[in-house]
């Protein structure tokens, strides 16, 4: 390629870049929608907390896990047999998770609320004759204390609101105490909407949901502290303009809105397929990822600049005052 062609292609390039607009969407004003989808949200999740409850596993309550050779690569259809099969003798409520282990899958990990002998002796006999299993197949069949118990609850706990602390101090620092605000209650939307998901679902809350917990702190914030960034940078280039910082808002998302869903997309394709190709282990700790930066996407775009736009607004009105 020769100079003039060079010249040529940046030319086009330069008349590209010349003539791009972002894509202008008028999140303000369209900040009641936002929050009646989030006030909807979060309903749901109360309402869904005191009827349906959580399904715990037996990491936080302790129960009992059964492992069985199956002597066959099970498929999906065959766990969900064995989960009928299990809830059938000891009752539908009793069951937490019934998976799939081991390479290739040929073995089968129960895990019950506290059943006595007698009854894991009944789940042993109506596998065996379905199965053709026999005593050697039995892997495990024991009661088991919580490996979680209160105190790693409590320290999960006491590590999200020491995070949360920390990020609204840097943050402060780095913008004002109204932006950290807004951002720790969007942090805390996404865990509520991970928590939601648990419990209509009635998935089991096992201990890698602790580690997603923490990770989706990480993740959600990284995407909001970019648009933020966008607001002072743009807060500097109008000052003296008399902008409203409400158009301010618009603006930032408006340029940092295909750079947040790119961002977004590539993740949660790469957590589908781990999802979908995983295993089990895998899995339960890539759900609550899925939901978790699919929320920290709506609660950036259309929650963190509304929060900040509203407490902004609030102080300059009582200033005014």
Known sequence: MNNAEKNKNIDAINNINKNYRPVSVDFVAKRWVFLIIACAVFVTGMVSFFVR???????????????????????????????????????????????????????????????????????????AEKYDLTKDDIYSANNVNPTVGEALTRSTVLSVVIASVLMLIYITFRFDFKSGLSTV????????????????????????????????????????????????????????TGTKFAEIINLSLSQTLARSFNTTITTFLTLIMLFILGVPSIRTFVLPLIVGITSGLFSSLCLSGQLWNFLKGSEDKAKAK
């Open 53 to 127: 409850g959580f399904n715990w596993d037996i990491d936080f309550v302790g129960g009992t896990i059964m492992e069985y050779n199956i002597g066959r690569d099970l498929t999906l259809s065959d766990r969900d047999d064995i989960e009928n099969l299990v809830k059938e003798v000891i009752g539908a409520d009793m069951v937490s998770s019934v998976v799939r282990s081991g390479t290739p899958a040929q073995q089968v990990v129960i895990k019950t609320k506290e059943i006595d002998s007698g009854k894991r002796d009944a789940v042993f006999e109506i596998l």
């Open 185 to 240: 209650i969007c942090l805390l939307f996404d865990l509520f909407v991970m928590l939601t998901v648990y419990s209509l679902l009635q998935i089991s809350m096992n201990i890698a949901v602790i580690a997603a917990f923490l990770t989706i702190l990480g993740y959600s914030i990284n995407a909001t502290i970019i648009i933020f960034d966008r607001v002072r940078e743009n807060m500097k280039l109008k000052r003296g």
